[in-house]
């Protein structure tokens, strides 16, 4: 089994597994990755309300945004993230209000735009290019900096302790639970 890793702008993601999936060697392989996923869920979901903790104040909906994905392929390759913009989406997006319920004006900074809070823009602008449309003009709608940088590194790291603790609550119960069916298939 191989780990694959990718690094998203306000994500963690998670490696280092291999040596781990060894010991479990005496294991059928589909039990080995289900205790595998249990112990990567549990780090996943500590990480997860770290980051919802520490994400500031002024953005409190926004923490809705914060997601995990884990998947292991038919291959045996295995991606682990956490972080904003990560896993599923709602299908159906509710209509853009902001604070007065009018649909003029700006949205702020909810579940579905808060990587713009935590990893910043460019310089952004809106409209029709040059020869479109004569009603409705480039405006400029400037750029936003970065207010909480290494947001999911900082509380992948605050979380260190926490992530074992689990990890292996986790990992035990789920491999408890794979000795027991192993038992009453044998019999």
Do not use: C, H, N, Y
């Given at each position: 089994m191989t780990i694959n890793t990718k690094s998203?702008?306000?994500g963690e993601a998670v490696s280092g597994l291999d040596a781990l999936l060894k010991k479990f060697t005496v294991l059928e392989s589909k039990s080995a990755n289900k205790v595998l996923a249990a112990m990567v869920k549990a780090k996943l979901g500590v990480i997860a309300k770290q980051i919802k903790k520490d994400t500031a104040g002024k953005v409190k909906a926004a923490r809705k945004g914060v997601r995990m994905r884990f998947k292991i392929s038919k291959a045996d390759k295995m991606t682990?993230?956490?972080?904003?913009?990560?896993?599923?989406?709602?299908k159906k997006k509710p209509a853009p209000k902001n604070s007065q319920g009018k649909r003029k004006g700006g949205v702020g900074i909810s579940a579905a735009n808060i990587h713009w809070w935590v990893a910043g823009t460019a310089k952004r602008t809106t409209g029709a290019k040059k020869g479109k449309r004569k009603n409705n003009p480039i405006?400029?709608?400037?750029?936003?900096?970065?207010?909480?940088?290494n947001l999911a590194?900082?509380?992948?790291a605050k979380s260190k302790g926490q992530q074992n603790k689990f990890?292996?609550?986790?990992?035990?119960?789920?491999?408890e639970k794979e000795i027991t069916k192993l038992k009453l298939k044998g019999k």
């Open positions: 998203l702008t306000g682990a993230i956490v972080g904003f913009g990560v896993g599923k989406r709602k405006a400029d709608r400037g750029r936003m900096p970065s207010m909480q940088p590194a900082e509380a992948a990890m292996i609550e986790r990992g035990a119960l789920a491999l």
